[in-house]
T-cell receptor, first 112, second 115 residues
Framework: QKEVEQNSGPLSVPEGAIASLNCTYS??????FFWYRQYSGKSPELIMF??SNGDKEDGRFTAQLNKASQYVSLLIRDSQPSDSATYLC????????????WGAGTKLIIKP | DTEVTQTPKHLVMGMTNKKSLKCEQH?????MYWYKQKAKKPPELMFV???????INESVPSRFSPECPNSSLLNLHLHALQPEDSALYLC??????????????FGEGSRLTVL
C-alpha cells in the first residue's frame, strides 16, 4: 500500500517566522512531489512541485526533497496570516501517471 | 480568475433526482479529472480522462457517470445518489505528459448535498 504521511497539526507559527511542513512517502520509486494549499471551503491550489533531490525555491516557498530518506518538506519564510491553510502533500510514481497519492494534510495557523 | 470552471457551485438534490455537474477548461490540457472531497480529508480520485478517453475509473459506483464530450468539457452525471455522496466535487485538468500529470489545476468545486 503506497502511503504519504503528514502530521495533521494544527501547526501554529508566529507571523514572520519560518513554517516547516513535512511529508514522508513509502514508495521508493516515487518520481514527482507536489505541495497543494487549500483554504477552508476552497479547492486545492498547486504551490510547489519538485522532481529532483535538493531544494527548489519560489519566492517565500522552498521545497526540499530527499529521496534517500523518502521525505519532502515545504518551508514558508516570513509567514503571513494569509498562509493559514491546509497544506496537502501529493506524490506520484512510475506507472501512476494520473494517480496522485495524497497525504491527509497539515493545517497551518499563522498567529499575528 | 480560475481557468477551470465548474457549474453549479452548489447543488441540492433528492435521492431520486438526476443532475449533472459540468466542468470546462481552456488551458489546452488533455487530461481531466473528477475528484471527490469530504470534510477534513484529501481529494479522492474518481475518474480520469486522457485525450477524451476514460483512462481511470477508481471503482466508482454506477450512480456516477462521467462524460467527456470534447477536450475542454467534462461532465459528471448523477442519478439515485445517497446522502453519503454529499461532498465537494472537484474537477481538475493537467497536461497529459508523464512528468506533468501531478500538476493539477482545480476548479472551484461543486458542493453537493443529497437529501
Amino acid at each position: 500500500q503506497k502511503e504519504v504521511e503528514q502530521n495533521s497539526g494544527p501547526l501554529s507559527v508566529p507571523e514572520g517566522a519560518i513554517a516547516s511542513l513535512n511529508c514522508t512517502y513509502s514508495d521508493r520509486g516515487s518520481q514527482s512531489f507536489f505541495w497543494y494549499r487549500q483554504y477552508s471551503g476552497k479547492s486545492p491550489e498547486l504551490i510547489m512541485f519538485i522532481y529532483s533531490n535538493g531544494d527548489k525555491e519560489d519566492g517565500r516557498f522552498t521545497a526540499q526533497l530527499n529521496k534517500a530518506s523518502q521525505y519532502v518538506s515545504l518551508l514558508i519564510r516570513d509567514s503571513q496570516p494569509s498562509d493559514s491553510a491546509t497544506y496537502l502533500c501529493a506524490v506520484n510514481g512510475i506507472g501512476s501517471n494520473y494517480q496522485l497519492i495524497w497525504g491527509a494534510g497539515t493545517k497551518l495557523i499563522i498567529k499575528p | 480568475d480560475t481557468e477551470v470552471t465548474q457549474t453549479p457551485k452548489h447543488l441540492v438534490m433528492g435521492m431520486t433526482n438526476k443532475k449533472s455537474l459540468k466542468c470546462e477548461q481552456h488551458m489546452g490540457h488533455r487530461a481531466m479529472y473528477w475528484y471527490k472531497q469530504k470534510a477534513k480529508k484529501p481529494p479522492e480520485l474518481m475518474f480520469v480522462y486522457s485525450y477524451e478517453k476514460l483512462s481511470i475509473n477508481e471503482s466508482v459506483p454506477s450512480r456516477f457517470s462521467p462524460e467527456c464530450p470534447n477536450s475542454s468539457l467534462l461532465n459528471l452525471h448523477l442519478h439515485a445518489l445517497q446522502p453519503e455522496d454529499s461532498a465537494l466535487y472537484l474537477c481538475a485538468s493537467s497536461s497529459a505528459t508523464s512528468t506533468n500529470t501531478g500538476e493539477l489545476f482545480f476548479g472551484e468545486g461543486s458542493r453537493l448535498t443529497v437529501l
